[in-house]
């Protein structure tokens, strides 16, 4: 054999050697690369034949759907995702889907939850239950005037309440705020509970992400961002982290990729406010 052993004009000597492009589907926090223009960015959305792409710092830029991108290193051309060929049967949570009614008037009974991350991600997984019951799910800020907020709602029988609370262990400022509560006057027509977690972040199973357990996060630092270093993702700005959030939140399809004890609780809670006639 010699070094032109081979016939170097043989047809497909052109491609020989050449990445191949491989079809990609689109998916919200899919990081994808634009060689051409050197942007590297996460999915946001697509629509009318664009991409819409946001990169680490909080710029978006779209570009038309279609070869000329690379994943990982490999390019791709990108494809939107195709209509199911059925109908889905259940939900995100897991419940049968209910047949189509007219729009529900909000009933009173309310789900409050401490933040923005706990009501997003109630409403990817229970969303479609929670609009069929007519439930209202409000985000908190925060539980430290928790006690005040109740007094000012006025649950009943018929106007209950509901409340996740995380990092719910003994000793803590949560767990004093709701026994406070449980002990007040309302105590009959509130339900408060929650996970042990420190963040609802936890909710989200590790290997949702492809992880075997969240990092360890060092005592003093804050855990968002102790997380966020430890997966080797930006973590300096509150944009690094809500696009953290994002990428987290994009990995739930379903209750499955949940912990079992926050669907748990979850459940718990739309039980426990649900109304009795849902005609």
Not at 174 to 180: D, L, Q
Not at 257 to 263: M, T
């Amino acid at each position: 054999m010699t070094r032109y052993s081979s016939d170097v004009l043989a047809p497909g000597w052109r491609k020989a050697g050449k990445p191949v492009t491989t079809p990609q589907t689109l998916e919200v926090g899919l990081v994808v690369e634009d060689p051409t223009s050197g942007f590297v960015g996460a999915v946001t959305r697509w629509e009318n034949g664009l991409v819409v792409l946001e990169d680490r710092k909080g710029k978006l830029k779209s570009f038309p759907i279609g070869p000329g991108f690379w994943v990982d290193g490999k390019p791709v051309e990108l494809k939107v995702p195709g209509r199911a060929s059925s109908a889905p049967t259940h939900t995100l949570s897991g419940s049968r889907i209910a047949p189509t009614t007219q729009p529900k008037t909000a009933h009173e009974s309310r789900i409050w939850v401490e933040g923005i991350h706990d009501a997003e991600l109630i409403e990817k997984v229970w969303g479609d239950d929670l609009r069929y019951l007519g439930i209202v799910v409000e985000p908190l800020g925060g539980i430290d005037h928790l006690a005040e907020r109740v007094e000012q709602f006025a649950p009943d029988a018929t106007r209950l309440l509901g409340v996740l609370v995380d990092h719910l262990i003994q000793g803590t400022k949560e767990t004093r705020i709701v026994t406070g509560v449980m002990k007040g006057q309302y105590a009959d027509s509130v339900l408060i509970t929650g996970p042990r977690y420190v963040d609802i972040w936890q909710a989200v199973r590790p290997s949702s992400l492809g992880l075997q357990a969240w990092p360890e996060v060092p005592r003093g630092t804050e855990w968002k961002q102790g997380i966020c270093a430890g997966l080797g993702w930006p973590h300096r700005t509150s944009e690094d982290l809500a696009r953290a959030w994002r990428k987290i939140l994009a990995h739930v399809k379903s209750w499955e990729d949940l912990d079992r004890p926050f669907v748990t609780e979850v459940e718990r809670l739309i039980d426990f406010v649900q109304p009795d006639d849902l005609d």
